[in-house]
C-alpha cells in the first residue's frame, strides 16, 4: 500500500492540471486520421459547461448512419501533445486501423471533456448514498489536494448522466448521421470513468447497448482499509444490472501502480455477472498482467474493448 501513495499524490496533480488548466488546451487535438468537430463550452441546465470534442471517421457522410460511442476525460483521447504526460488514448489510430481493416461498424466518437468536478460528477450517485451516513460524512472528509475535499459536497453523477442523455445525446442525433438506438450507443472510459460508464448501462439501460469500464475504480477512493464503497458498487451492481439479451458489457485492469488495488472487487463483479447470465457472447472481463494506471497502458489495449462494443454483427 506505501507503493501507491506516490503515485496519488501525481495522479491529484495531473488530475488538478487536466481540470484546472483547460485553457491551454483550447486548441483542437490533431489526429492522425478523420476529423475533430468541437462543441465549445456547451452549456447544461444539468452540470457545468464543457468542451465536448466530436471525432469523425474518413469518408463521414450524411448518407451513412454511424454508431456512437460516448467517452469521458474527452481532452485525452486524442493528441498527447496538448496533455501534461504526453500520453494519449490514441482514438482515432485505433479505430481508423479497425475500420480499415473492416473490423467495426461505422462509427463516431464523442469526447466529453471532464472538470473540475471530475469525481463527483463520475463517482456512481446511488451506491455512495445507500451508505450510513457515519461512512459517508468520513468519504466526503477526504481531501485531494490543499484539503480541497475530493468529493466535494457529494456526488453529482446521476446530474452528469441526465446531461449526457437529455442533453447532449439528442443535440448529437439531430446533428451528425446517427443511428441513435440502444443497439447502436455505446460508452466507454478508464479509472472513475470506468465507474461512471457501468452506472450509466445501469441507469439508461434503454439508451446504453453497451459499456467498457477499463481499469474500473472500484476502491472510489485511494485506499482498500476499512473501506465501505467497493461492496456499495457491487451490491448496485447486483441490484442494477440490465439485461444480457441486449448489452455488452467489457471490464479489464492491469496489474501495477493503482491497477494492483482491483482484482478482488473484479472478480466479485464477474461473480455477479455469470449470476445474471452474462456469457462471453456479451460480457468479458480481462486482466493484463503489467499494465499500469495510464492513456499508454489503455492505448495499448483500447483494440479489444472497440471490438467487443463495435464489431460486426
Known sequence: MKAIFPLLNKIWLSAAIIMLTGSLYAQLPKVVCGTIKRLENFPSKYI????????????????????????HDGQALFD??????????????????LLAENKIKDCIVVGIWNTAK??????????????????????LAIGRDKNTPLLGNGPVSDNYLK????????Y????????PGRKTTFIMGSSMGGLISMYAICE??????GAACMSTHWPGIFTTVDNPIPAAFLSYLNGHLPSPKD???YFDHGSATLDAMYKPYQQSADSIMRAHG?????????EFPGDDHSERSWNRRLAIPMVFLLGKD
Not at 457545468?48 to 456512437?68: F, M, Q, T
Not at 446531461?163 to 439528442?170: D, G, Q, S
Not at 448529437?172 to 443511428?179: L, R
Request: aromatic share 18%.
Open 163 to 170: 446531461f449526457l442523455v437529455n442533453e447532449l445525446k439528442p
Open 278 to 286: 452474462y456469457t462471453d457472447a456479451n460480457w468479458m472481463s480481462r
Open 80 to 97: 498527447s501533445t496538448l496533455m501534461w504526460n504526453h500520453e494519449e488514448w490514441g482514438v482515432d489510430e485505433t479505430l481508423c486501423k
Open 247 to 249: 448489452h455488452k458489457i
Open 204 to 209: 439508461y439501460p434503454k439508451v446504453f447497448g
Open 48 to 71: 457545468d459547461p464543457r468542451n465536448v470534442d466530436i471525432w469523425l471517421p474518413e469518408g463521414y457522410s450524411g448518407d451513412k448512419k454511424y454508431a456512437v460511442l460516448y467517452m
Open 118 to 139: 471530475r469525481f463527483p460528477e463520475y463517482f456512481p450517485q446511488q451506491p455512495f448514498y445507500s451508505l450510513n451516513q457515519p461512512d459517508q460524512q468520513k468519504i
Open 172 to 179: 448529437i442525433d439531430s446533428h451528425y448521421s446517427t443511428a
